[in-house]
Every structure is written in structure tokens, then in C-alpha cells.
């Protein structure tokens, strides 16, 4: 089996992964594709149960306790779901990876970048996506999402959504900034537009992909 293909959705809350994500396996499935959609933190058993602890707002986590906990989620991923999946020869779409520890903890809450490299090295194993997707919105755009949606659900309040604006847009520059510093894997997607125009463009970005992998 020859190897599949790895894509990771990145940005701030309320930017769309889940929604891009969801619509891109389904636009590669219809074309024949075999494709997984996962996501950081709980793709696994053990990570369903660390994303309880990262997200509820009752528990409180110091940085370094918080960095551990989502890396310890991101090696169990890899090693148990991400790994054995692209080298099946599927395509992985993962909602979150690596490049939100380093926007969220690194940018976000200041942890030192260097070693934070360090401990995402040891957790991804080497394992980095062939395509980044950074869907960008101003963070006011994304939280006003978020916030609708949890009024026309029973969704509750996590633990990032009570910090503070300037926190997210710390987060937000993180994500530009990792994207300056490595253009040919991360690629910014505007998501302020319409959900239609901004799936054709991550399509058009996975397709050049598979092209220039003859896949
Ligand atoms: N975290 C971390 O700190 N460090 C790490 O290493 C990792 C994660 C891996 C996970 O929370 C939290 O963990 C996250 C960072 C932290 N918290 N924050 N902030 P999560 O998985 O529960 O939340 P999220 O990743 O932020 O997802 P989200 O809030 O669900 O946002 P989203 O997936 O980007 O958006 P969505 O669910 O697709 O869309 C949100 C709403 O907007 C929905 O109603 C859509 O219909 C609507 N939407 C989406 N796109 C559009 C457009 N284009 N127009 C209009 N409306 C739209």
C-alpha cells in the first residue's frame, strides 16, 4: 500500500476546521478517496479522556500541565491512529496538531518556543503534515460564531472560550506567523468568506497536493 497523505485545519475558534474539515472528506470520498477525519485533543480513547480535563473551565492547569496533557494526547494520536492510517494509504484530515501547541501555548501563553519544538518533536515522532490549512478570521468573527452556536445548542463554555480577546489574538498571529516561517507546508485561507468559496479554495490546495504526489 503506497502512503496516503497527511492535512492538518488549523486557526482560532470559530475559524471552521470542523466545518472545512467534514466538507473536504466528503468532497474526496465522493471522488473515491478513503479518508479520516480526526481530531486534537480525543482522537483516541485516551485522548476522549485527556480533552475532558484540557477543556472543562472548572479544572485549572498551569501552562507546562496543559502543554503536557495535549502533547501526551498528540503522541497517543500519532503512534495509535495518525501513523497507521497515512501509512495504510489514506488521507488524514486532522482537526488541530502541532502548529495549534505552538499558536496556543507558545504565542498564546508564552511557554518558551525552543523547548516547546522540543516536546512537539518528541510527541508528533516525526510525523508532520504535508499540508497545513490555516483558515484565518478575525477573532471577534470566530467567537461571535462560537457564541451563536451555543446559543442554538447545548454547547457549554470550554476553557479557552472564557479567555480574553487579546489571549486569542496573540493565538491568531501565532498561526501567521508559523505560516511565514514555513510556505511551501502552511497555507492561509481566508475564512471570512462564505463556507462554499472557502472549501473550493483548501480543494484546490489538496488537489495541487495530490497532483504533485502523482496520487
Ligand atoms: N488546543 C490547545 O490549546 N493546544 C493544542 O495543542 C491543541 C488544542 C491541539 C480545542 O477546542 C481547544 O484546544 C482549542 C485550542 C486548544 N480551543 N480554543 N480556542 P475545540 O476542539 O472544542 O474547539 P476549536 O478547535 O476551537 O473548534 P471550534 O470552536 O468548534 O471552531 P472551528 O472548528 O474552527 O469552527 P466550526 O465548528 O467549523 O464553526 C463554528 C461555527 O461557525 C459553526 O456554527 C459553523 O457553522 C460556523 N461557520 C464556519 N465557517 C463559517 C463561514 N465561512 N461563514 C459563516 N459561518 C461559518
Do not use: W
Not at 17 to 26: P, S, W
Not at 147 to 168: K, V
Amino acid at each position: 500500500m503506497g502512503r496516503g497523505l497527511f492535512i492538518t485545519l488549523e486557526g482560532v475558534e470559530g475559524s471552521g476546521k470542523t466545518t472545512q474539515a467534514g466538507r473536504l472528506a466528503e468532497t474526496l470520498r465522493a471522488g473515491g478517496r478513503r479518508v479520516i477525519v480526526t481530531r486534537e485533543p480525543g482522537g483516541t480513547r485516551a485522548g476522549a479522556a485527556i480533552r475532558e480535563i484540557f477543556l472543562d473551565p472548572a479544572v485549572s492547569l498551569n501552562v507546562a500541565a496543559e502543554l503536557l496533557l495535549v502533547l501526551a494526547d498528540r503522541a497517543q494520536h500519532v503512534s495509535e491512529k495518525l501513523k497507521p492510517a497515512v501509512e495504510a494509504g489514506e488521507i488524514v484530515i486532522s482537526d488541530r496538531y502541532s502548529d495549534s501547541t505552538t499558536a496556543y501555548q507558545g504565542y498564546g501563553r508564552g511557554f518558551d518556543l525552543r523547548l516547546l519544538g522540543e516536546l512537539n518533536r518528541l510527541a508528533t515522532a516525526g510525523m508532520t503534515p504535508d499540508l497545513t490549512i490555516v483558515l484565518d478570521c478575525r477573532v471577534e468573527t470566530g467567537l461571535a460564531r462560537t457564541r451563536e452556536r451555543a446559543r442554538a445548542s447545548a454547547h457549554h463554555f470550554d476553557r479557552f472560550e472564557g479567555e480574553e480577546i487579546a489571549f486569542h489574538a496573540r493565538v491568531r498571529e501565532g498561526f501567521l506567523t508559523i505560516a511565514r516561517g514555513e510556505p511551501e507546508r502552511v497555507v492561509v485561507i481566508d475564512s471570512e468568506r462564505p463556507l462554499a468559496e472557502v472549501s473550493a479554495d483548501i480543494l484546490r490546495q489538496v488537489e495541487a497536493l495530490l497532483a504533485r504526489r502523482c496520487l
